[in-house]
């Protein structure tokens, strides 16, 4: 069996396989399980790296039917049965599989405007999350040096594209770096003239929740003094501010500092799959799968994740459940006895943290807010981390942030300075 990727889908997956009687290999692109929920953690001082990226050995230590290898799945030869493999070195290998389950998760998407990127990155893996810390707390450090009043105002606006539950929580978490964890720390720059703006083309914030608990998110960003601006469409992204469209015209709003966290898409794979097993694809390039999660036509390719298409929402419960049921399948295959039961999502509910002592979270039709919401924000969050070490670090980081007010996490290596010329912005006239 092969199992591609190691987020949510392929580590349940894999997990779920352990004492299956056949040998097991788990192909991943980085030699850690990234907990992409706590990257806004990273990026905005909280949280280091490794606290939210576990090695993939480690979790699978004495996993005895498990072969882990690191490497790029390219593309999927149906016809032969193998996945294709770039490792570092460079070279192809041929990875042969009876079953493949296929978890590799989602990309950005830019809606067609890919050169938005160099201005507005966003935020789906380590380097992201560390580009971005690079690029916000330089930021502040730009707006102290800056001597000419409208240049320090741009160093100290933020605007945030999509506000969803990654804008939300970074328009929440910069909020609270400007207004209280870095307080004191400037004698130049003012940081209580930060600007934070949110920007979302959807009527409301968190579009993927309750409407009360997205007037609750709003209330809420909106006493931090964030700037929510819906119903706005950005149509330009340049290095010194954005332009943006409503209904009554557009505006330009200056801020060097811009985060992308709006719309997903299959990674490349996906494209290459879909065009090697004839699936149908979705507008996102998700592939199509059958409701018991395998493609049409190919009982022995599964694909579980935000790489699968389906009306379920792109979260990490859906990943894991259904690694785990496709998995279970293929068991059931060894065992003589097939699992005929579709995919059934059990929904958990769902939870965005805004700032501390402040959540909104839909368990069922219950509805849970303020700090109750907080804290149950936090102790799923901590059960679902993988690692007891990474769970006691991480909480003592949690008490450092937010009991107190520390970000001890604000290191920018000078190869994180330099990426993508973060901090190299063209001199305004
Ligand atoms: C910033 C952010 C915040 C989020 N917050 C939440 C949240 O609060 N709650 C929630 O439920 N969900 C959240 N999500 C969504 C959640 O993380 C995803 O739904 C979940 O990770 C999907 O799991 P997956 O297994 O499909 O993909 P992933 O977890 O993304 O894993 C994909 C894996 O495949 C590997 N990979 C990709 N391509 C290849 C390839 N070609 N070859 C080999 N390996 C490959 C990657 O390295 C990665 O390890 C968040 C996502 C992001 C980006």
Do not use: C
């Not at 490349?268 to 879909?274: E, K, S, V, Y």
């Not at 792109?314 to 039961?341: C, E, H």
């Amino acid at each position: 069996m092969v199992v591609v990727g190691a987020g949510f889908g392929g580590l349940f997956a894999t997990k779920t396989l352990r004492r299956a009687p056949a040998s097991v290999t788990l192909i991943n692109g980085t030699t850690y399980h990234l907990f992409e929920p706590l990257l806004y953690q990273v990026a905005t001082g909280i949280l280091s790296e490794g606290e939210v990226a576990l090695p993939i050995r480690e979790i699978f230590r004495g996993h005895d039917n498990l072969d882990i290898k690191l490497g790029w799945v390219t593309d999927v030869d149906v016809a032969e049965k193998a996945v294709l493999v770039s490792a570092p070195d460079g070279r192809e290998r041929r990875v042969p599989y009876d079953s493949l389950i296929v978890a590799a998760g989602a990309s950005n998407s830019y809606f067609g405007n890919d050169g938005f990127a160099e201005h507005a990155p966003s935020l789906k893996n380590i380097d992201d999350a560390l580009e971005l810390r690079s690029r916000i707390f330089h930021a502040f450090e730009m707006a102290e040096l800056e001597e000419d009043p409208a240049a320090r105002q741009r160093w100290l606006t933020f605007i945030l594209i999509g506000a969803g539950p990654t804008g939300v929580e970074m328009a929440g978490q910069i909020a609270e770096l400007a207004h209280r964890a870095l307080k004191g720390q400037y004698r130049h720059a003012d940081l209580a003239k930060t600007r934070i703006i949110l920007v979302d083309a959807a009527d409301r914030v968190l579009p993927a929740f309750d409407p009360p608990m997205s007037r609750d998110a709003l209330r809420q960003l909106s006493t931090m003094g964030v700037d929510v601006r819906l119903n706005t469409r950005v149509v330009d992204v340049d290095a010194e501010g954005v332009k943006m469209e409503t209904a009554d015209g557009t505006e330009r709003v200056e801020g060097y500092t811009k985060i992308w966290a709006a719309g997903v898409a299959a990674p490349a794979l996906g494209q290459r799959l879909a065009a090697a097993t004839g699936a149908e694809t979705d507008r996102a390039s998700r592939i199509r799968v059958n409701p018991d999660l395998t493609i049409p036509g190919h009982p022995e390719i599964f694909v579980v994740g935000d790489m699968a298409a389906s009306n379920l929402p792109g979260v990490a419960q859906v990943a894991m459940q259904g690694g785990r049921y496709a998995a279970r399948v293929i068991k059931g295959r060894l065992a003589g006895r097939p699992l005929t039961k579709p995919f059934r999502y059990f929904d958990k509910g769902n939870m965005a943290t805004i700032s501390r002592f402040s959540a909104v979270a839909n368990v069922g039709r219950l509805h849970f807010r303020g700090v109750l919401g907080w804290l149950m924000w936090l102790a799923v969050h901590l059960f679902y981390l993988i690692g007891f070490k990474n769970k006691v670090t991480t909480l003592m980081h949690w008490v450092v942030s937010f009991l107190g007010r520390g970000r001890p996490q604000r290191v920018a290596t000078t190869q994180q300075i330099n990426a993508r010329n973060a901090l190299t912005r063209p001199t305004p006239p």
